[in-house]
């Protein structure tokens, strides 16, 4: 930073700090902030979903018991009490069904958006962009020392950004359960089976995109 | 927790190219959900908003000049100093801020297809679950739905294998970490260059502009500058190898 005068270096220092670490502060906080809001509300609703599946289930087993088997109740009876029960039961069945699926969906969600093991990682990058503002210069420092101060405060402040940018990237991970469900999904695809209707034989599995037309290589 | 300094104890919104307010008011974690139709960016974005910079330096304090000749002499320190920075500006400008935008625009777009291929299998898991769960029930109360829920079980798997076709051509997820790790590189060197750090500490002119221009390339085609942190033009200057 040899060539810059005061006044350019002074007028550097102000726009780094709200344009890059002050924008990056805002960024990290904002990001941290509607991440712990977000984990905690989808953590809330597969709380909620398993507690609705096993209040639904046993509910359900309580109906049975009390309406089916020590009850006068049979399935299809149409008395008022046992048209209720029945009703009821169905909708607690439903919900026992529904309710494990929508949970388990939740915690897919939450295995795609990493937000817990994200939030540590911008948690950290703003505890050392704090750092990095440490050295920011001062006033009061001769043009040397401040040259020196403003140039680690940048590169501080950079190399920061740097690091998350790293650790971010490693974070991202396609989840398990999807990478199951599509497995046994193509699993069952590859098992039906076509009717020969005398066309051209599948050569079985899945189909592979071909976009450019040219045949396989290898003939086989 | 953070203690921030007093300067910057308000907490404002990030700069970011997307202008969409539309999901303000929806929960925390659904605000995150992909769209069908990414909302488009805003097509004047920059990393640094001139009116607003010329605002905070206006508002910078200067020491008190004792006489006339120091106020015009001080006025004219200002006028160089930002006319310089305002330079700069300009250069990055032209060169890199049109590549950053196009390489934070990519990101967006990749990881807003990458989610919508992801929730749309984590949907049509839930939907098997379902199916999985109502056929136990069905062969016990209502054998003759069986094959109709049997079926619906082959056409998820069907929607499921298609869509994983589909996203597995050009899969969305490397270009998305590509894309974004592009556009973050070439933020900070947009920084570096208005800092004058290294590499451009010692440059001046067009040769600093050529680096600049030079070094946002690779950055875009993907390759890191910092291994390659001598241009072309630097190489020029340099004395035959050996010489150490």
Known sequence: MAKLTRKQMEMLNSIFDKFALGDQRNYYRFIVDSYKKAAAQVNFMRAFSSLLAGLSAALAGLIVQSSYVTGNCTIGDPSSACTTADILLFILMLLAVLAPAIGGALTTLADLYQWDRLITVYDDALKNLALADARSPDPEMDDTTYRASLAAFSEGTLNVMFDESGQWGQM?????????????????????????????????????PNPTGNPPAGGD | ??????????????????????????????????YFRLPPPKADFTLIDREEMRRLLSGMDSPEPDSRQATVQQNQTDGAALQAIEADLEVLERELIPLFRERDREAKVQQNRYRLYQISFIALSAVATILGSLLAVA?????????????????????????????????PFPLWLANRRAAESLRREYFRFLMHLPPYEALDGYKRRILLAERAALINRGTAPDDKLTSTLNEANQPAAGGD
């Open chain 2, 139 to 171: 062969l016990n109360r209502n054998p003759p739905l069986v094959p109709v829920i049997a079926f619906g079980e082959t056409l998820v798997a069907l929607l499921a294998t298609f869509l994983a076709q589909i996203s597995g051509r050009e899969s």
């Open chain 1, 172 to 208: 991202i991970r396609t989840p398990k359960q999807i990478e199951d469900f599509l497995s046994s999904a193509q699993a069952r695809v590859g098992g039906i089976k076509i009717p020969d209707l005398g066309g051209p034989t599948p050569s079985g599995g899945t189909p592979s």
């Open chain 2, 1 to 34: 927790m953070v203690q921030p300094s007093k300067k910057t104890l308000k907490v404002g919104l990030p700069n970011s190219q997307s202008s969409n307010r539309s999901r303000d008011k929806w929960p925390a974690w659904a605000k995150q959900l992909p």
